[in-house]
T-cell receptor, first 113, second 112 residues
Framework: GESVGLHLPTLSVQEGDNSIINCAYSNSASDYFIWYKQESGKGPQFIIDIRSNMDKRQGQRVTVLLNKTVKHLSLQIAATQPGDSAVYFC????????????FGTGTRLKVLA | ETGVTQSPTHLIKTRGQQVTLRCSSQ?????VSWYQQALGQGPQFIFQ???????GRGNFPPRFSGLQFPNYSSELNVNALELDDSALYLCASRQYSTDTQYFGPGTRLTVL
């Protein structure tokens, strides 16, 4: 079935550097994507979203890029800080059928001091 | 904070028992979804409720059931608990006309 996967389970980044977290999706019918941050013991926290009619969207220190040709999504975090340490999930929302979020396994981001 | 609350925070049950988890959505959010998140995995969609009726379900057996109330609260009920039901259960709410869901902190269920 359709799935959302992440290329790297763990990403270690030096504080101050930029982070890039990648995500692949398989359902070409998906038209909405969200990145969530989940800290230990907490629920997923909304970071940024993007619709399929866009290629790029920027937020505060974060940028999401969408490449529909290769079904790839990425989250870029500028000037990574210790507070960015968490597990990051991309979620895919198919256009039709049951409105449900399809999550991947997640990428753990570790920020090194 | 998302405005979505869940109770209890943690719960321990034994195999075969029944459990009820509760969620209070943001005011005005008439759609609620429940997810199961096993350790080290992404959340898996259980079902969604809109206007107090289930209108979407994932690959979960009928012993997983739910209720939604007019006051934006909801429940997840699991009967005949199995060891594999041990997980973090997440509630997420949204307005039906919007796409973005906001998650609660979750309830950690341990089945012994």
């Amino acid at each position: 079935g359709e799935s959302v996967g992440l290329h790297l389970p763990t990403l270690s980044v030096q504080e101050g550097d930029n982070s890039i977290i990648n995500c692949a999706y398989s359902n070409s019918a998906s038209d909405y994507f969200i990145w969530y941050k989940q800290e230990s013991g907490k629920g997923p926290q909304f970071i940024i979203d993007i619709r399929s009619n866009m290629d790029k969207r920027q937020g505060q220190r974060v940028t999401v890029l969408l490449n529909k040709t290769v079904k790839h999504l990425s989250l870029q975090i500028a000037a990574t800080q210790p507070g960015d340490s968490a597990v990051y999930f991309c979620a895919e929302i198919p256009r039709s059928g049951t409105y449900k979020y399809i999550f991947g396994t997640g990428t753990r981001l570790k920020v090194l001091a | 904070e998302t405005g979505v609350t869940q109770s209890p925070t943690h719960l321990i049950k034994t195999r075969g028992q029944q459990v009820t988890l509760r969620c209070s959505s943001q005011s005005g959010h008439n759609t609620v979804s429940w997810y199961q998140q096993a350790l080290g995995q992404g959340p898996q969609f259980i079902f969604q409720y809109y206007r107090e009726e289930e209108n979407g379900r994932g690959n979960f057996p009928p012993r997983f059931s739910g209720l939604q109330f007019p006051n934006y609260s909801s429940e997840l009920n699991v009967n005949a608990l199995e060891l594999d039901d041990s997980a973090l259960y997440l509630c997420a709410s949204r307005q039906y006309s919007t796409d973005t869901q906001y998650f609660g902190p979750g309830t950690r269920l341990t089945v012994l």
